[in-house]
């Protein structure tokens, strides 16, 4: 994904990686995942501009797999987080930046269908962690 889509921003910034445990196999829907961790990413580098190197963690856990994406962006306001995965949201400080608040909200979709948790953690002015969480193997 990141070589795919990630590899040329035009800022000139890169995604950095960080893997931790045993690299793992999951069976899960190549589409759904590919899209949810595009769109965070996309997020990550949208939400970011000027700041430093967003960053991706994948955590092999034992029965699951963690996917952090961070960056040090714009962050959300703390009064409008609990709007963040509602259809057509921005957050106030995002007037000049362009998006339709849809993509958390299909990423949030699509990790439900995958059996996963979505989850946030942002400050604003100081950057937003998005956690995703999924079982090694759809049941």
């Known amino acids: 994904i990141i070589e795919t ?4 921003e035009p800022d000139g910034r890169k995604i950095k990686t960080i893997v931790k445990g045993h690299k793992q196999k999951i069976k899960t829907d ?3 995942l590919t899209h949810i961790i595009t769109n965070l990413i996309s997020n990550a580098f949208k939400y970011s ?3 430093p190197e967003p960053i991706i963690i994948i955590n092999y856990l034992e029965t699951t797999i963690k ?11 703390a009064s409008e987080r609990h709007h963040i995965f509602t259809s057509f949201f921005r957050a106030s400080n995002t007037d000049t930046i362009t998006g339709s608040g849809l993509g958390l909200t299909i990423a949030k979709q699509f990790t439900e269908l995958l059996k ?3 989850s946030i953690n942002s400050i604003e002015n100081l950057g ?3 956690t995703i969480i999924l079982p090694h193997e759809q049941k």
């Open 5 to 8: 889509y990630f590899s040329s």
């Open 30 to 32: 190549e589409t759904l």
């Open 49 to 51: 501009k000027n700041k």
């Open 67 to 77: 996917i952090e994406v961070i960056d040090f962006g714009i962050g959300i306001p």
């Open 116 to 118: 996963g948790d979505i």
């Open 128 to 130: 937003t962690t998005i």
